[in-house]
């Protein structure tokens, strides 16, 4: 079984700013995974073209298991709100994250994660350090069927203000907790590797860099096991990040049993 989560920034390419889906559905087939956790997703956007990304990428994977959760309503960066209920935003743009799979769902959950109360300095080419409001995240957890028996996958993209972002960790796993064991994080934590561990206790899946794409230099793309239940899952036996024709992370692949 192979587990990949993957930002997508929006399905964008770094060489012509481009999002076109025929590209994301070739990337997303290269990744052949049968579960894929996304971040950085759209849905019903005018700068992807008005595009339901998560439906693309299930189709690429023949995967007929896929789900997106709204984490904002309107165009990050731009003007957005909160999502008042989990049905909100049907016929406007809304952006966070999905998750697909091959193997059956038996139960989806979703958990939304307040943002920050404050704006975070954050760097950005130009102008520099630029005070940056944040947003409002999203859990996105799915209870599978797999050869294996019963497994909790869930996706997620915390906050890039630090401190709140593992103050969502820990509210994450305290959710997923609620879901059967064994359980796997899969998503962009804005944490680096020791970090999450430190946090939650649970083990890494995967160690490699994944961002900046095109020479990583550090990890902000995990997987991660509760170490309740662990020992049923299989063995990892591979660990890559390929380098993609979208995004500015690298996806990050982990290969069970």
């Known amino acids: 079984m192979r587990l990949a989560t993957f930002n997508l920034l929006h399905g964008r390419s770094l060489t012509d700013g481009l999002v076109d889906p025929n590209r994301l559905a070739a990337a997303v087939t290269a990744l052949d995974a049968d579960v894929l956790a996304l971040q950085e997703v759209d849905r019903d956007q005018s700068r992807s073209g008005n595009l339901d990304l998560t439906a693309i990428a299930a189709q690429a994977l023949n995967a007929?298991?896929?789900?997106?959760?709204?984490?904002?309503?309107?165009?990050?960066?731009?003007?957005?709100?909160?999502?008042?209920?989990?049905?909100?935003?049907?016929?406007e743009p809304c952006y966070g994250v999905g998750l697909i799979s091959r193997h059956p769902v038996t139960t989806w959950q979703v958990t939304r994660l307040r943002a920050a109360p404050v704006r975070s300095p954050v760097y950005a080419p130009g102008p520099g350090l630029i005070l940056l409001r944040d947003e409002p995240r999203v859990l996105l957890a799915a209870v599978l069927d797999t050869p294996h028996g019963q497994l909790t996958v869930a996706a997620t993209h915390l906050s890039f203000v630090p401190g709140w972002n593992v103050h969502q960790l820990r509210q994450i796993v305290r959710a997923l907790r609620t879901l059967p064991a064994p359980r796997i994080l899969l998503g962009d934590l804005n944490l680096p590797a020791w970090a999450t561990r430190l946090t939650t206790g649970w083990h890494l899946l995967g160690r490699r860099p994944t961002y900046p794409a095109a020479a990583p230099r550090v990890q902000l793309d995990h997987a991660l096991a509760d170490r309740r239940g662990f020992t049923h899952l299989p063995p990892v036996t591979a660990v890559r990040t390929p380098l993609s024709a979208i995004s500015d992370h690298r996806p990050l692949l982990v290969d069970l049993g």
């Open 64 to 91: 007929d298991e896929h789900r997106f959760a709204a984490a904002v309503v309107g165009t990050p960066g731009i003007a957005f709100r909160p999502l008042t209920h989990d049905d909100d935003g049907h016929g």
